[in-house]
């Protein structure tokens, strides 16, 4: 019987019947997955438009909202039926209205846009939200466009609480010199329309260190905020007071009709500042040095009138302090010698030794170890004694000089370290971070004198950091760009304190941030600065950068600093700054983070009180050699 129905003649024929029936079974095998596939797309794509934290609008053609997700419903405050049909514009403020139509057009055209704007919620505030219209593409034809609403109200408001934060000084809330500056430029700028006068009154308190350093910095604060309260309360709403620095204040009159009604602000101020502040139970007398310059049709620039109050300032403080002084050109011609002759003294102490370097230590509080130092530059001057930077810096930078002492810093800190590294005295990677100026920044030759001092010294460039300030990177990120091919790490230092705008970090090609003291200050104080930091400290991990925390004093502030998730610090808890002889030593105790390394305060100050040998470029020379023949045997793991 199988003979019959089977014969060899018919294996083509079954094997043909048998293909086209695998042929069916797979066709429809794969029209069955394409069409799960299928349906698992479009779970997933509603999983992705309904789950979406931003909020999503799927609009038609002629602009009219299709679909919304809850996160477009939750921003305006409507539920998804009310909103179909609705022409999606409506959704945007009226100021906004017309770019977002413009965008939706240019959407609808197959164009990708995004911008910012504001929605308005039906019930509470405006949300701020960055808009981005994407076409909806079916086949070749643009069918729809999809209008992405990113809630960017959080963010911003962190942004321009750290732009307010970098214009305001933490402690009195008064502008800081660069919201200072910028008043001033604007209100000489009006001035020049309006052919009036401006006064700029600067202000150094006296008596002020003294006090601060006996009774404590608890009360050094209530006093510099009495007398923050006690100048706003002498100008009117549209003048300025400003803290310009630690015990400086600068007012700024925006009209005044001559120098008579300057001086007699002045005379307000000193006696106002020189009445007792009581704090904690005791009484305090501070007194005000004011020097005052008045606009002239002549004056050339904002610098020249800020030189001006401070060289006035600077000779009431000659005279004794708790009084007032007006710029006379007399003064000029004293002054300009005092700086000429600081200028020439200061272009021979590299040639005579005078410079010297001391290392404060940048520590991992994670890793309870010190990863490196930074390099600060110091002056044994002959007469003055030590100088710190504060009191030659800002000379050397009128001038090349600054360019001259930074490559002889680096130099010198480069071949101090070296030896260092040489002996095994730390252990790798093990960073040595170096100040450079922004007036020797952009010099044309500025990246070319790097590279030969570290070929010459031979630093392993990539333990090498530079700081360099917010304006020289953002001045020229090229720059920084070659800079970083040298194989160093670049380094934005006192981040916060210029006109720091979160969005230029994006586009510059620098390592580390290091956060300035003034934050670490406000730390316990100010709710805001928390804040900041949390969200300097969240940018740096989006943007892979690493974050040196400067100016830790105490367990407190670096209990809050850890709290908000950072690790690099510098500070006095943690070690002064201290010679490069000191080094061995500090590295070999290693760092306690519960107890810092108080043990080291004060060491620079009492070394150069006594007189210690400066360091000059034989730093080495001066290790006891007990400590060279310990360095490689005693390495810590
Ligand atoms: P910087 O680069 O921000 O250096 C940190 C300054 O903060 C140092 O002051 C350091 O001693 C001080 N400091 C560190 N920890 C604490 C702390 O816990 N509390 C307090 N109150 N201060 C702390 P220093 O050495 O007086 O230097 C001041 C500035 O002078 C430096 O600020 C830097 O901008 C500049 N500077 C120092 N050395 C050089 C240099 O070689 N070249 C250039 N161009 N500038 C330098
Ligand atoms: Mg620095
Ligand atoms: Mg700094």
Known sequence: MTDML?????????????????????????????????????????????????????????????MANPAACDLVGLGEDELVGRPFPDLIVEEGRSRANAALEAALGGIHSTLETEVQHLESELSEVELTSVPIVIGDDVVGAYEILRDSTERKRLERELEDRALHDYLTGLPNRALFSDRLAHALNRRRRDAESVALLYVDLDRFKPINDRAGHKVGDHLLCEVATRLKSLVRDADTVARIGGDEFAVLLETVDGEAQALAAAERIVAVVRAPIITGGEEHQVGASVGIAVSTEDLESPEELVHQADLAMYEAKRRGGFQFKLYSHELEQEGSGWADQIEGQLRR???????????????????????????????????????????????????????????????????????????????????????LSARHFDESDFVDAIEDIVRRTRFPSNLLQLEITESSAGGDPEKVRELKQLGVKVAIDDFGTGYSSLSYLKDLDVDVLKVDRSFVLALGADPASVAIV?????????????????????????????????????????????????????????????????????KEEVGAVRGLPPLGASALSIIPKSHRKWKPGRRRP
């Open 349 to 435: 102490a590299v040639e005579k030794e005078e410079l010297e370097l001391v290392y404060q230590p940048i520590v991992d509080v994670g890793g309870s170890r010190i990863v490196g130092v930074e390099a600060l530059v110091r002056w044994t001057h002959p007469e003055h004694g030590l100088l710190m930077p504060n009191a030659f810096i800002a000379v050397a930078e009128k001038s090349s000089l600054i360019a001259e002492i930074d490559r002889w810093v680096l130099e010198q800190s480069c071949n101090d370290i070296k030896r260092l590294l040489d002996f095994g005295v730390m252990d790798t990677p093990f960073c040595l971070s170096v100040n």
């Open 6 to 66: 089977w014969h060899p003649a018919m294996l083509p024929l079954s094997f043909g019947l048998l293909g086209s029936m695998l042929f069916v079974w797979r066709t429809y095998i794969r029209l069955h997955e394409g069409k799960r596939q299928l349906e698992r797309q479009r779970e997933e794509h509603r999983s992705l438009f309904q789950n979406n934290v931003d909020g999503v609008v799927a609009v038609d053609s002629e602009g009219a909202i299709l």
């Open 534 to 602: 949390r969200t300097i400290l969240t940018l740096a991990e989006m943007l892979n950068l690493e974050v040196i925390v400067e100016g830790i004093e105490d367990p407190v502030q670096l209990a809050h600093l850890e709290d908000l998730g950072g690790s690099l610090v510098q500070g006095f808890f943690f070690g002064r700054p201290v010679p490069a002889t000191d080094l061995p030593n500090l590295l070999s105790n290693g760092i306690d983070v519960t107890k810092g390394r108080v043990h080291h305060d004060e």
